[in-house]
């Protein structure tokens, strides 16, 4: 069994700022993690590993320094990890992300399973996973909170607004996972070491995976962003003092000298 973990290096949002004048994120400085609910669908991926020998491939599209977090991902136990990067790339929307993540997943050719994080939280869109399987024309199980194969098929449990929901799917597929699934494990020391210095990272850029130009990056992307901006904070709320009857009294007071009553 084959499972393919699709993962995204982030900023760690505690640190980032917006820049006031041109309305970007402020990068510089900000350190860069695993996004978190992409580590709980290595993890899943992982005890696939242990519970039925699964190979782990993890796969990231994003500039040079993204191979830190798949590095992370070798040490926390996948078999191998493929980095797309290439100026060609530059400027993609989710669906042009969707896109070149599925032109590898082609490349790969013979995955089971397809695991992606619910969603980013830089980006927070939700939109990458269910691109790519609707790219590869698999069936695909958002928000899943626990997950079991079994023979050719997968049981997944997915979490609802009130409730869960059952859901059995023909492999290959695509899941994503949130982060109540599981607690990710931590690498051990030996791993990372491992990792940074006898592990390999496989580079890919357009050419080597067989890329229309028309369809990654800028021009492959039909979203543009028009602004970015911080909401203005609130203005504070009132807070009626006195008894019940005395708050009540000025509330409808106040309700109709703005005439809403
Ligand atoms: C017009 C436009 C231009 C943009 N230009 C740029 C740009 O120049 N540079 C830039 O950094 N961003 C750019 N972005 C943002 C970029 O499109 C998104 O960050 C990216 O597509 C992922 O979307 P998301 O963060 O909402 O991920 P979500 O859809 O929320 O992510 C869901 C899951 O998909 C997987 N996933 C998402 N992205 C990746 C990835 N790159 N590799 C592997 N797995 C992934 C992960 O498993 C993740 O948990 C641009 C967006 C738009 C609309």
Redesign the pocket.
Known sequence: MKAVV???QVPDTNEVRLDPRTGTLIREGVPSII?P??KS?LEEALKLKEALGAEVIV????PPQAEDALREALAMGADEAILLTDRAF?????WA?ATT?GYALKKIGDFDLVL?????I????????PQVAEYLKIPQVTYVADLTVRGDSLCAKRVLEDGYEEIEAKLPALV?IVKEANAPRYPHAGAIITAYREQKVTLWGAKDIGADPETVGLKG?P???KRSFTPPPKEPGQILKGSPADAARDLVAILRQKNIV
Do not use: F, P
Request: proline share 0%; aromatic share 0%.
């Open positions: 699709m993962i995204k996004n609910e992409d669908a796969i990231s599209m994003g530059a400027g993609s929307d989710t992300t993540l992606a994080g619910r969603q980013a830089d980006g927070d869109t939700a939109q990458v996973g994503t992307s979203t543009q962003v």
